[in-house]
């Protein structure tokens, strides 16, 4: 069984820094790809980041230059959000996947005040 956690989330100011992290365990074969996502309230839940097992990465435009995705594992992922602002104020997802499978994690709260 799978299950993914993430911790990090919480109240910062605009401007400021957080980092999430998304800790996987069970059965997760080290060919995978995990992604984090989020959901505003009253939006679509919507891609902000990917890796690879590689290491390859992709960012959503919104997040460019601000947000990094990293590895500490093939079960371990981290989200470096710098420069935060109000529009990032979401639900944070943390996603697995790999062939035929996805799985998500329950999310963390991130507030930005202004």
């Known amino acids: 069984q799978v299950q993914l956690v993430e911790s990090g989330g919480g109240l910062v100011q605009a401007g400021g820094s957080l980092r999430l992290t998304c800790a996987g365990s069970?059965?997760?074969?080290?060919?995978?790809?995990m992604a984090w996502y989020r959901q505003a309230p009253g939006k679509q839940r919507e891609l902000v980041a990917t890796?690879?097992?590689?290491?390859?990465t992709t960012y959503a435009d919104s997040v460019k230059g601000r947000f990094t995705i990293s590895r500490a594992s093939y079960k371990m992922v981290y989200l470096q959000m710098n420069s935060l602002n109000v529009e990032d104020t979401a639900v944070y997802y943390c996603?697995?996947?790999?062939?035929?499978?996805?799985?998500w994690g329950q999310g963390t709260q991130v507030n930005v005040s202004s």
């Open positions: 069970g059965s997760i074969p080290s060919y995978n790809t």
């Open positions: 890796i690879t097992t590689s290491g390859s």
């Open positions: 996603k697995a996947s790999w062939i035929g499978r996805a799985y």
